[in-house]
């Protein structure tokens, strides 16, 4: 049904698919199939639960909440970071360190998804309290869902 569903928004040309129960402005089909591919497995339930939320806040089709989009694509990350590394008191750049060590994440990798992470958490407020609401887009939580959907895939490959 979702094939068929997608396979007539893919003709009608419309700016969306439909991905795990949500219509989302991600319409590559490298970009749905990670996006489906990293909620598929069912023993990170963690990572599971943080990607349908970002999904849902994304797909919200008359007010789109891309900050919490954004949040949740990252702690998708940090949630399955912190179970492979079995410390669920680390934030995701210590479990990030453990997992290089260990040989499972290149150090060029690690900065790269440290950096997305402290875009997350810097002084703008997106994962923190805030004074005013940043200036984020579809195009900032669909990047981020993305991005965070392949390293997931990436990391579970690894380990």
């Not at 940043?134 to 392949?150: E, I, Q, R, Y």
Request: hydrophobic share 40%; with cysteine.
């Amino acid at each position: 049904m979702q094939e068929m569903l997608n396979a007539i928004l893919e003709r009608e040309l419309a700016g969306y698919r439909y991905i795990s129960g949500a219509f989302a402005p991600v319409t590559g089909k490298e970009e749905v199939d990670s996006i489906e591919q990293a909620l598929e497995d069912g023993q990170f339930a963690g990572v599971e639960v943080h990607l349908r939320s970002a999904l849902d806040h994304l797909s919200w089709k008359q007010n789109p909440d891309y900050r919490n989009s954004i949040k949740e694509s990252i702690s998708a990350v940090e949630s399955l970071a912190k179970e492979l590394t079995g410390n669920s008191k680390a934030s995701l750049r210590d479990a990030l360190l453990i997992l290089e060590k260990d040989g499972k994440v290149h150090p060029a990798l690690k900065k790269a998804l440290s950096s997305l992470y402290g875009y997350t958490s810097d002084e703008s407020g997106i994962r923190h309290a805030m004074l005013e609401e940043p200036t984020l887009s579809a195009s900032d939580a669909k990047f981020l869902l993305v991005a965070c959907s392949a390293f997931i895939n990436y990391l579970k490959a690894k380990v």
